[in-house]
């Protein structure tokens, strides 16, 4: 007990250091020039008149906005605020810091600008018009932090519309961290997915992406159970019709998964099955150690709830699990998200992607495993972490060569090409801001 | 995906007085369905016990047609008709649809078709035409039914009555 009431603690420190510092720092990005301005003579080049040239040179040919303007590195992280991290639905101001941290993220793992644009508004239909009104400005879309279901409608439609890169990161980067987490644990386990049970604990955003990833890995859809908060999703349950109306996607997975037959809840989700996949409500004591003690021999056991895993990782490995992972950075194998939002927009902005398909996050997934892989797998390194930033390199090149081969790029290059590309504009982003913080432009943290 | 009987072995027929309960089963899921669509469509508590003189009453009736869609040993969707007369118009029969349900997983195989298919025989039959009801907001029947040739002929508003 004593050490949950210490971390505790911790994260009440933590918490009050960021609000002293969001204050005193006013947010955490802003705009710089990438341009040299010597004199006042450089604004008649970068401003009026000259500027009329590069204009309208796009106006004949609207991709040469990725030549001659910034747009080619540019995203927009676009939110409703109606489902913040884990603070539910707190508006699109409150929203806005948990944007900017993104942005930071994305510039410096990625090397992506990427700026914040929290909306006004809730409904789906507004939020793909407004994603498609601002796609001149930009070469992406990362959507964030929107609550499911709208999420699913809002990605499906601008997936279909949109002819820039749309991601929704709590869909498709969980879903691609987990792919790459699950294939060296099931290389340590000596196991094939097409022959696995998987048990999903929870039926959100990222499960629902999670299972898409896993059909097209080879997973049997009636090899795949799922559990929501009311127990097993299976073809008689009573509530399946009214699914059918409000989450169309849960519904399939309903129809189409549990070729046993099973009904229950976690427990039985569990019984038999090699692996479980839980992104369900913080824990702990969501799933017993009993229950894992029932699934098959060697099990693998990824409880990714946070701040509190829905089991903790000792529990499960007593149990008998051979390898677990949880969403936090004090246990091995985080399975984050930051492994890979930064690499897919890095590769999919560097070939200027028309889109990012679940092939180019299995093509993430995949790097992101090997990189493990060649460093070593254990039972707790199935997965690199951020410190190990070359991977963003590797990562952002299988994305971008993956678009060129579905033929979603607006131009080709060859996938070193792509890696000098990621690594040039990954390690430029970090050095701006060490230069700026020697130079005192980014003032030292005070006190 | 069906278990592992295939499409094929789903046969139609008329409702036996045996298959009441079953079929209860899938009305009440279809009343529930319609809560969604207006408050005034709130199954009540004791749906069940009434229900089940309902359908025993309308598979025994002259008056009603139930078609039931079998799979195995599992009744897995229903179709209840109402042959109602025309007093003022021609033509004078009306084969009503009041309740349709095919089970989830059986839906996109065209089962709902083929339970309208064999009212629209016995219809013919009749020298009739066919309705159907269903709740205004509920868009998956308006497209369903468009799609089979049904077009709206009769609105029906509602409001509760002066206090």
Redesign the interface.
Same mark, same amino acid.
């Given at each position: 007990m004593s050490s949950v009431s210490q971390e505790e603690a911790e994260t009440k420190k933590t918490s009050e250091l960021s609000l002293r510092l969001h204050e005193y720092y006013k947010g955490k990005i802003e705009v710089e020039l990438k341009c040299p301005v010597s004199s006042f003579q450089d604004f008649s080049v970068w401003y009026t008149p000259g500027v009329a040239k590069p204009s309208l040179a796009i106006a004949d040919d609207a991709d040469l906005s990725y030549e001659y303007t910034n747009r080619g590195n540019l995203i927009a992280i676009l939110s409703d605020g109606s489902r913040v991290l884990g603070l539910g639905k707190v508006g699109p101001y409150a929203a806005l810091p948990v944007m900017e941290g993104k942005s930071l993220l994305y510039k410096y793992l990625g090397g992506v600008d990427a700026y914040p644009i929290v909306v006004g508004t809730e409904t789906a239909e507004e939020l793909v018009r407004t994603a498609l009104y601002l796609s001149p400005s930009f070469g992406g879309i990362n959507l964030e932090d929107i609550e499911a279901p709208k999420c699913f409608s809002v990605l499906e439609q601008l997936r279909k519309d949109s002819t820039i890169p749309v991601w929704h990161d709590d869909q498709q980067g969980t879903a691609t961290v987990t792919i790459a987490a699950l294939k060296n644990a099931l290389n340590l386990t000596s196991r094939k997915l097409k022959e696995s049970k998987v048990a999903l604990v929870g039926a959100g955003a990222a499960s629902v992406a999670t299972a898409r990833l896993l059909f097209l890995s080879g997973l049997p859809k009636e090899s795949l159970i799922v559990c929501d908060s009311h127990g097993i999703l299976h073809p008689e349950r009573e509530d399946l019709d009214k699914l059918q109306l409000r989450n169309p996607w849960k519904y399939s997975l309903a129809i189409e998964t549990n070729g046993e037959r099973k009904k229950g809840g976690i427990k039985e989700a569990l019984e038999g099955a090699d692996i479980c996949i839980s992104a369900a409500a913080p824990g702990p004591g969501v799933i017993k150690p009993d229950w894992v003690s029932k699934m098959s021999k060697m099990s693998i056991v990824f409880a990714l709830a946070n701040p509190v895993p829905e089991i903790w990782p000792r529990e499960a490995k007593n149990a008998g699990a051979a390898t677990v992972a949880t969403g936090r950075s004090d246990f091995p194998n985080q399975v984050n998200n930051s492994l890979v939002f930064p690499a897919v927009f890095r590769g999919a902005l560097d070939v200027r992607a028309r889109s990012i398909t679940d092939e180019m996050c299995l093509a993430a997934a995949d790097s992101l495993a090997s990189y493990a892989e060649v460093r070593g797998l254990t039972d707790t390194h199935i997965l690199p972490t951020m410190d190990e930033w070359e991977l963003y390199t590797y990562e952002a090149a299988a994305v971008g060569t993956k678009a060129i081969a579905q033929n979603l790029a607006r131009r080709t290059k060859s996938e070193s090409e792509l890696r000098d590309m990621a690594y040039r504009k990954i390690s430029s982003a970090r050095n701006k801001v060490k230069v700026l913080m020697k130079e005192g432009l980014i003032p030292n943290v005070p006190g | @995906?069906i278990?592992k009987l295939s499409k094929q072995e789903v046969i139609l027929r008329r409702a036996k007085e045996s298959d009441a309960e079953k079929i209860l089963d899938l009305l009440l $899921? &279809?009343k $529930? &369905?319609n809560e *969604?669509f207006d408050p005034l469509y709130k199954v009540a508590e004791d749906a069940s016990t009434v229900g089940i003189k309902y359908v025993r009453d309308a598979i025994n009736s002259d008056d009603c047609l139930v078609v039931v869609a079998q799979h195995g040993t599992k009744i897995v969707g229903v179709i209840k008709v109402d042959f109602r007369k025309r007093i003022f118009y021609e033509p004078r029969s009306d084969a009503h649809i009041v309740d349709l349900y095919v @089970?989830? *997983?059986y839906r996109r195989n065209k089962y709902g078709q083929k339970l309208i298919d064999y009212v629209m025989k016995e219809a013919k039959d009749h020298g009739g035409i066919v309705t159907v009801e269903f709740p205004s907001a509920n868009k998956?029947s308006t497209d369903f039914y468009e799609k089979l040739g049904f077009r709206p002929i009769l609105n029906t508003y509602v409001r509760h009555p002066v206090e």
């Open positions: - | @995906m278990g $899921r &279809l $529930r &369905l *969604e @089970m989830p *997983e998956i």
